[in-house]
T-cell receptor, first 110, second 114 residues
């Protein structure tokens, strides 16, 4: 079946880079996403990557996709306290079939 | 644009009570859905709709009803609330039916059933 796995927690110092990892099981996934959830708010789409891409960069965000290992990562450069949130990985693997991970809580230490 | 608006933000119900969680979007999105978020379980799909008059069940539909009479609105009904329905509920919409461009989420409704 489809499953998306993430580690639960990551702590980094302000100014360092953060790397949040995700593994998925469905090799037919077409799109993979990263969402950010701040306390008391809904999920906000950060970025997405097509399955035929290896990397996508958007300002401080870099997404890497390893299709062979079914591994997705989100790198945040120069992490700021405002980046503290829960980050969700999600995959689209069919018509209206979206599976979310359980989320990684990023704590940024000043 | 308001995006996706959910009301109420907080609600406490007694077991057996009924209520409707409201969701409205002003982006003319055809696709709308309801998720519940529980600790350690991520987001689970309850029901979804691909257009006015069309709804379908998601992963955890039991205890919930939906209808879609207009493109803008997608209410979620709890007919007889149970403590197991204590959760945070999110409504989401998408501009394409395949979900390729991601979802726009509302800010959520935190429901407690006592």
């Amino acid at each position: 079946g489809e499953d998306v796995e993430q580690s639960l927690f990551l702590s980094v110092r302000e100014g360092d880079s953060s790397v949040i990892n995700c593994t998925y099981t469905d090799s037919s996934s077409t799109y993979l996403y990263w969402y950010k959830q701040e306390p008391g708010a809904g999920l906000q789409l950060l970025t997405y990557i097509f399955s035929n891409m290896d990397m996508k960069q958007d300002q401080r965000l870099t997404v890497l996709l390893n299709k062979k290992d079914k591994h997705l990562s989100l790198r945040i450069a120069d992490t700021q306290t405002g980046d503290s949130a829960i980050y969700f990985c999600a995959e689209v693997h069919g018509y209206q079939k979206v599976t979310f991970g359980i989320g990684t809580k990023l704590q940024v230490i000043p | 644009n308001a995006g996706v608006t959910q009301t109420p933000k907080f609600q406490v119900l007694k077991t057996g009570q009924s209520m409707t969680l409201q969701c409205a979007q002003d982006m003319n999105h055809e696709y709308m859905s309801w998720y519940r978020q529980d600790p350690g379980m991520g987001l689970r799909l309850i029901h979804y709709s691909v257009g006015a008059g069309i709804t379908d069940q998601g992963e955890v539909p039991n205890g919930y009803n939906v209808s879609r009479s207009t493109t803008e609105d997608f209410p979620l009904r709890l007919l007889s609330a149970a403590p197991s329905q204590t959760s945070v509920y999110f409504c989401a919409s998408s501009r394409d039916l395949e979900g390729h461009y991601g979802y726009t989420f509302g800010s959520g409704t935190r429901l407690t059933v006592v």
